[in-house]
T-cell receptor, first 112, second 112 residues
Framework: SQTIHQWPATLVQPVGSPLSLECTVEGTSNPNLYWYRQAAGRGLQLLFYSVGIGQISSEVPQNLSASRPQDRQFILSSKKLLLSDSGFYLC???????????FGEGSRLTVL | AQSVTQLGSHVSVSEGALVLLRCNYSSSVPPYLFWYVQYPNQGLQLLLKYTSAATLVKGINGFEAEFKKSETSFHLTKPSAHMSDAAEYFCAVTNRDDKIIFGKGTRLHILP
């Protein structure tokens, strides 16, 4: 069966520091992968999605970037964090036939 | 273009009472519809999905939803609320060829 993992689960970082959140999927090949962010009271915001290795689409201009170095690995990065980058980050992969998403456990980022 | 509207950002029901969370969608083609549940500090979990088969869909934890094309609705119900149902619920729509669109979420509170 398919599983998705992301880490770290919790992260507290100072403003201006770098960021790396990692997500891996097991049990499926060539998945579509997604990064979402949840800020308090603001629902789910799609940040990036990828349909294959090295193929990244950005949904909103921001301080973050994403990379997909391997088929089942998706990384969210920043060179210099801002206070506004705080939030709950969710990685997900989708079933092509129906479009439904399966989510990881989430990573809580607090920028101080 | 697709869209989802969830009526009520917060809904409170008494334990044992009917749960009704409302979702209306807009889609130019036959949609696939989903309800997800999110417990605090966790990822989203699929509750149920409609993919053009039976219009009454049964999901996990006793929840069900009915697809009503004439009303463009996909409301989520549960006959008897339990304290463990307290969570945030997201309705979502896709048509396979486009990215999934989420509603802003409804936080369900269960009163003892």
């Amino acid at each position: 069966s398919q599983t998705i993992h992301q880490w770290p689960a919790t992260l507290v970082q100072p403003v201006g520091s770098p960021l790396s959140l990692e997500c891996t999927v097991e049990g499926t090949s060539n998945p579509n992968l997604y990064w979402y962010r949840q800020a308090a009271g603001r629902g789910l915001q799609l940040l990036f999605y990828s349909v294959g290795i090295g193929q990244i689409s950005s949904e909103v201009p921001q301080n973050l970037s994403a990379s997909r170095p391997q088929d089942r690995q998706f990384i969210l990065s920043s060179k210099k964090l801002l206070l506004s980058d705080s939030g709950f980050y969710l990685c997900a992969w989708s079933v092509l036939e129906t479009g439904e998403l399966f989510f990881g456990e989430g990573s809580r980022l607090t920028v101080l | 273009a697709q869209s989802v509207t969830q009526l009520g950002s917060h809904v409170s029901v008494s334990e044992g009472a009917l749960v009704l969370l409302r979702c209306n969608y807009s889609s130019s083609v036959p949609p696939y519809l989903f309800w997800y549940v999110q417990y605090p500090n966790q990822g989203l979990q699929l509750l149920l999905k409609y993919t053009s088969a039976a219009t009454l869909v049964k999901g996990i934890n006793g929840f069900e939803a009915e697809f009503k094309k004439s009303e463009t609705s996909f409301h989520l119900t549960k006959p008897s609320a339990h304290m463990s149902d307290a969570a945030e619920y997201f309705c979502a729509v896709t048509n396979r060829d486009d990215k999934i669109i989420f509603g802003k979420g409804t936080r369900l509170h269960i009163l003892p």
